[in-house]
């Protein structure tokens, strides 16, 4: 573990890695879609308050975790707070062991896509058939082997060590990345269907907002800036102690918000623009990302052809960035704490996750039990109840965890040291008390009021 203490080149090489963590399935797939489940307005004002009260400041205590420990979740936990603490470092990897098993198999689905656009831009664009994509998720041996191709992706990464290559792989993935969704956007902007779709996603009408979508909101904060696990604390351990933490965090909050933000609009406006988009959609919104987008970029965007593409593999590097940080989370802590070498802990961790992968992959229509449980409403089979379990819950949980530890037990001295400051400020003293009161309040208020039904609207 000491030789691999090494520092990011520079904070931009943070941001850059930590928003590569951040941004992914999370922005680009997840948020519009669980936005457009939950009717939109009411959900976003609730996502961008659990980003601002929650997000920022457990981002800020992640990192500053990680910097002061010179060391991964568990160990770090152990290290500052003794022996007790760990639990919170174990449930993260719990969490990301839950989180990865299905993340892999969305992120298959980015491959399917890069290929049907291939096809597409080779030939012509013949819009699928509503169906089509139920029939693709209940199609076994192509739901395990894409799956199947990420891990082994995945797990190459992480074997290699994450180092140089992530670092500078992200460099160039997140500009080009940031470049093609701003352009998705301008040209979704000039369709019919943009009134409603902003004012869908922009005007709040809480009776509309389900009680379980409060939950959602704040759960998927967690999620999309990968919070909860101590992803943040890996690699804020890798930041130099020149580095302002406020900065560094401010700085990928406002890039994954702005992705999201991005990718909710543009979908939306497609599918309020395309009179048969609901319908292909009907049955599965969770496609919206890969059903919709093709539309906009063979009928209605100039230099679609060469885009479509070029689109998907960036979704498919945006899933790796961040089921690399997932991966390394549970590895790095098997080589801590059992000492096992790299590669050991790679191909164990792997094929762990893997198995858990190939429930979920089976869980969308292909094998029965599995695709139509419901252990939580309106999310039935596996990989709904994994992501739900995962993000709602695991997350939240282990973010209290974090709070309370920065907020009661670490030390406003050693908190203060770690921030750069002499003095308490205006803005240290919000954010430890939003650390020590607003955060575990809003987090216990909200999991308590869910876990006994409560209905908000
Ligand atoms: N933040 C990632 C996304 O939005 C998912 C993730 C969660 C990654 C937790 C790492 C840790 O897609």
Redesign the pocket.
């Known amino acids: 573990m000491a030789a691999a203490r090494a520092h990011w080149g520079s904070r931009f090489g943070f941001v850059l890695a930590a928003a590569g963590?951040?941004?992914?399935?999370?922005?680009l797939w997840k948020f519009p879609y669980i936005t457009w489940e939950n009717n939109g307005g009411a959900f976003v004002i609730v996502y961008l308050v659990a980003i601002l009260v929650l997000g920022l400041p457990i981002m800020m205590a992640e990192i500053l975790i990680g910097r002061r420990a010179q060391l991964s979740a568990v160990p770090a936990f152990e290290k500052l707070g003794g022996k007790g603490w760990s639990i919170v470092g174990w449930l993260g990897v719990a969490s990301g062991t839950t989180?990865l098993s299905y993340y892999m198999v969305i992120a298959g689905w980015s491959v399917r896509s890069f290929y049907q656009c291939l096809v597409w831009s080779f030939t012509s664009y013949t819009p699928p058939a509503e169906g089509d994509f139920g029939a693709f998720l209940a199609n076994a041996p192509l739901q395990i082997g894409l799956t199947a191709i990420f891990s082994v992706a995945t797990a190459f990464i992480v074997y290699r060590g994450i180092g140089g290559g992530i670092e500078k792989a992200t460099k160039i993935m997140m500009p080009v990345l940031i470049i093609i969704l701003l352009y998705l956007v301008g040209t979704a902007l000039t369709l019919d269907g943009r009134d409603e779709a902003l004012s869908m996603l922009f005007t709040p009408h809480f009776d509309q907002l389900p009680a379980k979508g409060y939950l959602e909101a704040v759960g998927h904060a967690f999620?999309?800036?990968?919070l909860g696990?101590g992803?943040m604390i890996v690699y804020g351990s890798y930041i130099g102690k020149k580095e302002s933490i406020f900065g560094a965090a401010a700085w990928v909050v406002v890039l994954d918000t702005l992705f999201a933000l991005f990718a909710a609009i543009a979908m939306f406006t497609i599918i309020l623009s395309v009179p048969e988009m609901q319908d292909r959609m009907s049955g599965s919104t969770m496609g919206m990302l890969f059903i919709t987008l093709p539309d906009l970029f063979y009928t209605n965007m100039p230099g679609g052809r060469i885009l479509a593409p070029a689109f998907f593999i960036l979704v498919g590097f945006a899933a790796l960035s961040?089921t690399i940080?997932?991966g390394e989370v549970i590895t790095s802590l098997m080589i801590d704490k059992k000492g096992w070498s790299r590669p050991k802990a790679t191909i164990i961790c792997a094929g762990g996750v893997f198995v858990g992968s190939i429930l979920a992959a089976l869980s969308l229509g292909a094998v029965e039990p599995l695709s139509s449980f419901e252990l939580i409403e309106g999310k039935p089979g596996v990989l709904a109840t994994l992501d739900h379990m995962a993000a709602n819950w695991m997350l939240p949980l282990g973010g209290l965890g974090i709070t309370i530890f920065v907020g009661w037990f670490l030390g406003r001295k050693n908190a203060m040291e770690e921030l750069g400051i002499t003095k308490p400020s205006l803005p240290f003293t919000i954010w430890i008390w939003c650390l020590r009161i607003v955060a575990p309040a809003a987090i216990i208020a909200l999991l308590v009021a869910v876990a006994i039904g409560k209905d908000f609207s």
């Open positions: 963590s951040a941004v992914g399935l999370g922005n989180i999620f999309t800036l990968s696990l992803a961040s940080s997932l």
